[in-house]
């Protein structure tokens, strides 16, 4: 739809385009990332096993494809700064019992979505595993929830999907990168933050940059296609000179994809964050400076700003994507693949089916004891009303075009966008003045000032943020 719209001029903008010291410091507040909408604090007990069941059941012949995701929780060291859902332990045979549970949930899903052949029609166009640490699971492991998948769902053929893993590179030999070619993977994003050996000492995250390319030509060696790398700005004892030479390193491996993570530092909710030394943490100045720096030099390099923290070489799917009007946005971030049906699978994974999302059991115990009772380990929920299926449009297509044009969503929902969202773009007005977004009468653009600020735009199009307007545990916007 927004092709017109799209974020054509992205690779021509440099860093002093979208970086505006002033701008950033006047709205950096608290917001939401926006990987779902309404976002996960939304979610209720009142939607459980039952909800899901009947949701799956009732989605099970629709011609739309299948999404899935498979989180595997574990990790073998911990890194200070992680608020990722994880189980931190060196005992390997606990991934026995997560592999016999994970097998059982598949089993289970399978099972409602299947026709009278036990066959499930929906064609698999995207799969991820995350983590923790997916390559905790042995190879064979992987092999055998990879079997059961393909015995219980219909993928596409390799070519035609997104199939991804995240990847610890401190976790993963040559032979399990051939493993995970073998069994039909062909996305990879891995896990590097920083270099520096000050930095890596206080966050407990020991990797080298020669692990770090050996997995990475691997991969590539591998067949694995727009490969990522996660790096993260605000950890303690990092500068703009030390940041500096870690992204000369990074431009130098020349990932498809770059993600540059706010680090989010909220240790009353992530215990292992009590061990980061709070004073060696750079002050918001020093961030913003790293940031301002980062871009610039992402930029030079040749990246593109795709969005949320998000850089692409101009080349990547990602990027054509965008320029194309046919991003999207999920649980993993952006994504090539038309917005589906995601299933989750695994401890605390949150899937979104037929137009509600369901949460399973954050706690290992509580899911194991569900799953082994062949019973669903959802735990709560959120059914999408009208409403909502709108403000989520709206906000899935800002994040990703950077633009909005209001006779989609008019024709679409039968609303007068203007008179709808009345409130919402009154509240943007200031904006308007600060050369954020410019507002037209038939619709909305984000301009280069205004696109490290997207949360800002769209929350504004968030009913339940409208509705309270005050404090939240979101992290700051930058
Ligand atoms: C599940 S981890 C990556 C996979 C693998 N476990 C690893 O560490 O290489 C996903 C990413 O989330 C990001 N992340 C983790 N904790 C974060 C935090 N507190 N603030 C911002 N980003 C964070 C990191 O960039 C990390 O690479
Ligand atoms: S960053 Fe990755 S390896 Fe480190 S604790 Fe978090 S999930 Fe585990």
Known sequence: M???????????????????????????????????????????????????????????????????????????TVCYYCGCNKIVTKQYHRAAPYLELLLKEIDHVADQMADENGDCKRAVTQLHFGGGT?????????????????????????????????IDPRECDEDTVRVLEEIGLNRMSMGVQD??????????RIQSKEETLRVLNEARAHGFESMNIDLMYGLPHQTVETFNTTLDTIIEFSP???????????????????????????????????????????????????????????????????????????????????????IGLGVTSIGYVGGGFFQNK??????????????????????????????????????CDFALDYSQFESEFGIDFKNHFADGLEDLQEMSVDNLVELRDNGLSVLPAGRLLIRNVAMVFDEYLQKKKEGTSFSKVI
Not at 19 to 34: M, Q, S, T, V, W
Not at 139 to 154: H, V, Y
Not at 195 to 204: E, G, L, S, T, Y
Not at 362 to 381: C, I, S, T
Request: glycine share 4%.
């Open 134 to 166: 997916p390559t905790f699971m042995s190879n064979d492991q992987m092999r055998t929830i990879m079997a059961k998948l393909r015995e219980r769902f219909n993928f596409v053929a390799k070519d035609e999907g997104e199939f991804s893993i995240e």
């Open 256 to 342: 498809d994809r770059i993600a540059l993570f706010n680090y989010a530092h909220l240790p009353h909710m992530f215990m292992p964050q009590r061990r980061i030394d709070e004073a060696a943490i750079p002050t918001p100045q020093e961030k913003l400076n790293i940031l301002e720096h980062s871009i610039n030099k992402l930029l030079d390099a040749g990246y593109v700003f795709i969005g949320m923290d998000h850089f692409a070489k101009p080349s990547d799917e990602l990027t054509i994507a965008q320029q194309e009007g046919k991003l999207y946005r999920n649980f993993q971030g952006y994504s090539t693949q038309a917005d589906c049906d995601l």
């Open 2 to 76: 927004t092709s017109r719209l799209a974020n054509h001029s992205s690779s021509r903008l440099g860093g002093a385009d979208l970086f505006n010291l002033e701008i950033i410091k006047k709205y950096d507040k608290a917001g939401p990332r926006y990987t779902s909408y309404p976002t996960a604090p939304m979610f209720h007990a009142g939607i459980g096993a039952g909800d899901y069941e009947a949701t799956l059941r009732r989605v099970a012949s629709d011609d739309a494809p299948l999404s899935l995701y498979i989180h595997i929780p574990f990790c073998n």
């Open 195 to 204: 270099f520096d050996p000050i930095v890596q000492k206080a966050v407990n």
């Open 362 to 399: 954050k706690e290992m115990d509580a899911y194991a004891e569900l799953v082994e009772a062949d019973q669903f380990p959802v735990f709560r929920g959120y059914i999408l009303s009208d409403e909502d299926h709108l403000r989520r449009q709206v906000i899935m297509r800002l994040m």
